[in-house]
């Protein structure tokens, strides 16, 4: 028998304070606040009650008195099932108010818990929170109480200021409407507070708590959330084939009694379906083995959509067209939640596959609940789907960048027929064993337990706030000829980066585009970055989710003409376009051959005619025409203001003229050695740039010593 029976039975409180919480009819994405946090843990409080091992659970929410949402929600107290309860606790103003504006309300909120509590009769074994306001909640009555604190955060406030930065909201428009400082702070006395976190994903620990003063790895567990497999499972009903979503697909397929190879994600770039369109287009193979089917949300009209998701369509739309993948390709403009499990279900049947092509991945829902329905699945090898395959052994990992490697993927699971069974049959046992809630609960239990049970040391009551968590220290290099190109130095440097990352963010800048850069990250094992800078200073990224910066992108669209660029110096001899690839909205790229033309001619040209714009050249042979207000440089400067680290705390690495205004300026600036240093020339004059005399990744570690950078902080 394990220890974990040999214990009372527990009495488990949840706090989960925002949103409209009951135990029926979820009114799921009726706003921000009514999402998957609300599903995660009724449904968590419901399977923990069909636990023998606990005796009574109770989900504390806040009551909600209001005419414009369902009575339900002011009820004090409603069952979920025989053990389990959702109690609604009065919180300042009665009416539904957005989670930013309970802030003010919350110790009322704390002390009314705690009256209810009291009167139970019996403290509670322990507290789980759930996001930063019950954080800030259990940890007050955590105190009080004298009871072990849980918290899972389920998105933090440091991660979300960067996003929604990086969406081009200012900082004071920020505070005001998301509070975001008081969120932060109720997360650090929350993190300070908790004995226990609990996480989806590995890469949460480091990439989001990392970032804060509290960060205690020591004392974070991973459980991945259950699935419901009462809705995710095999077919049962052959009826579902005549579903509507069903015969909405076949509305777009010429043979649609074909195999499906089946995507399902929002409308976002980074979740990279042109990748999975070129792995498609590209392989007449694939094209008769199977049709595609690709679910990106839902939408009315294109142009009525966010950027982010407009460009996401455009692009689905476009790797279609270029392709000629009609007939073969289904694009559905609407579904709804409950079509979801029928679309795993219809693929499976028609035995295809699930793919995720995403270019990072934290978790990866989608991946298994394909496999409780059977479906075998191609994903990512970001983040969660590693964890997922592992586990559920059901499918294969691809670079989601090597189209050739995804296409044979994708064949070799749709083509071999005893290995797909084999697979679906995986995907199906290992589900119930690794990520239902049956599972979820036992990994659950059996970490919090020794918490109560006092087998687990309780740590410090006072934990030492980290200094420098804000990280004030930046290390920004190129690519080519600087992070790559000498395989003995390259892992040195990234130990180095790893060792500081509490004090340093790490950005690269590189004349690449934005895809091409990251096929090389993958390729020489390099880690996303905190800053992605690509296509000579025209595209950001921020990590690790890879969020763009759309403000950036809107910035520097200033004055600029692509087009008259293009017609003007297309017959300019010594200039010849570079590929397709190499080009952008935002930058016109050719090769050039200086003994023919100079880069001045090409900018006295453009000058003549009116066209603003910024003229670089890098490698002796690429000429690059940007906007204006878009370099390296000015993308640094920009970020270096977002993310608030100060210039004179950047080290700076570069080694073509295309990395010059990086170099001067404020900056730590270091020339690495190559043989393109005569294209910083004008950098030589400035005494304050230093030289390496190594290559590579070492004269950036050359460099770092120099400067004795970064600086450690007591």
């Not at 459980?223 to 995710?232: A, R």
């Not at 009903?237 to 010429?254: A, G």
């Not at 740039?689 to 007591?714: C, R, T």
Request: glycine content about 6%; hydrophobic content about 40%; proline content about 5%.
């Amino acid at each position: 028998m394990s220890t974990i029976h040999q214990h009372d039975p527990l009495y488990l409180v949840l706090i989960s304070m925002h949103g409209l919480v009951r135990g029926n009819a979820l009114e799921l994405g009726r706003d921000a606040d009514t999402g998957g946090q609300v599903k995660y843990v009724v449904e968590l409080a419901r399977a923990l009650g069909e636990h023998q091992d606990v005796s009574k659970v109770i989900l504390l929410t806040r009551r909600v008195i209001d005419p414009l949402v369902s009575a339900d929600y002011a009820e004090p107290e409603e069952p979920l099932a025989d053990k389990v309860s959702i109690v609604r606790i009065e919180c300042g103003e009665p009416k539904y108010l957005r989670k930013e504006l309970l802030w003010d309300c919350i110790e009322n909120f704390a002390d009314n818990a705690f009256n209810y509590l009291k009167s139970v009769g019996r403290a509670p074994d322990l507290i789980h929170a759930h996001y930063a306001d019950a954080g800030y909640v259990g940890a007050r009555l955590s105190h009080r109480l004298g009871v072990p604190l849980v918290f899972t955060g389920h998105s933090l406030g440091r991660n979300k200021r960067k996003q929604l930065l990086a969406s081009g909201v200012k900082r004071r428009e920020i505070e005001a409407t998301y509070n975001i400082l008081r969120r932060i702070e109720a997360e650090e006395t929350t993190l300070a507070a908790a004995e226990r976190i609990i996480t989806s994903t590995q890469q949460e620990i480091q990439h989001q708590y990392g970032l804060y003063d509290f960060y205690q790895p020591e004392l974070m567990r991973v459980i991945p959330p259950g699935t419901d497999l009462m809705n995710f499972h095999p077919q049962r009903d052959p009826d579902e084939q005549d579903s509507d979503i069903v015969h909405e697909l076949n509305r777009f397929l010429s043979q649609p009694q074909r195999p499906i190879i089946l995507a399902i994600a929002r409308p976002d770039p980074k979740k990279n379906f042109v990748s999975l369109i070129k792995a498609y287009g590209e392989s007449l193979e694939l094209q008769e083995a199977a049709n595609l089917v690709l679910v990106a949300g839902n939408r009315d009209d294109i142009g009525e959509m966010e950027d982010l998701a407009r460009t996401a369509i455009h692009d689905i739309l476009v790797g279609i067209d270029r392709y000629d993948l009609y007939g073969k390709v289904a694009y559905p403009k609407h579904h709804q939640p409950n079509d979801v499990p029928v679309l795993f279900r219809h693929a499976a049947a028609a035995r295809g596959v699930f793919v995720n092509p995403a270019l990072t991945e934290p978790f990866g829902l989608t991946l298994i609940e394909a496999a409780a329905c059977g479906l075998p699945i191609v994903a990512t090898e970001d983040g969660g789907p590693t964890d997922i395959i592992k586990n559920c052994e059901n499918g294969y990992l691809v670079n989601p960048l090597d189209t050739d490697k995804m296409a044979k993927a994708m064949l070799r699971t749709l083509s071999d027929a005893a290995e797909w069974t084999r697979l679906s049959e995986n995907g199906i046992r290992n589900v119930c064993h690794h990520y239902s809630w049956q599972s979820h609960v036992e990994k659950y239990l059996s970490v919090i337990r020794p918490l109560v049970s006092e087998n687990e040391p309780i740590r410090r009551m006072a934990p030492v706030r980290r200094p420098g968590v804000f990280r004030d220290q930046a290390l920004f290099a190129g690519l080519d000829l600087n992070l790559v190109g000498d395989a003995q130095s390259l892992p040195q440097l990234l130990e180095v980066i790893e060792k500081n990352h509490k004090l340093l963010i790490f950005g690269i800048a590189t004349g690449r585009r934005f895809a091409n850069a990251l096929a090389v990250l993958r390729q020489h094992s390099i880690p996303i970055p905190d800053v992605l800078i690509s296509g000579q200073g025209t595209d950001i990224h921020y990590g690790p989710e890879l969020t763009r910066d759309e403000a950036w992108q809107r910035h520097i669209y200033y004055s600029w003409n692509a087009q008259g660029v293009r017609e003007l110096l297309g017959n300019v001899p010594g200039l010849s376009p570079q590929p397709n690839g190499q080009q952008s909205a935002l930058q016109v790229s050719y090769f050039i051959d200086t003994n023919i033309v100079s880069a001045q001619e090409v900018r006295q040209l453009l000058q003549r005619h009116d066209l603003v714009a910024n003229i670089v050249i890098s490698f002796g042979q690429f000429l690059d025409i940007l906007p204006v207000r878009a370099s390296k440089g000015l993308a640094l400067r920009w970020c270096a203001e977002q993310l608030d680290f100060p210039l004179e705390n950047t080290l700076v690495a570069g080694v073509t003229g295309a990395d010059a205004d990086m170099l001067l300026g404020n900056t730590l600036g270091t020339v690495v050695d190559s043989c393109y240093r005569q294209e910083l020339s004008n950098v030589a004059a400035s005494e304050d740039v230093f030289y390496s005399s190594s290559s590579h990744a070492a004269g950036i570690l050359e460099a770092m010593n120099h400067y004795g950078f970064p600086q450690q902080k007591s």
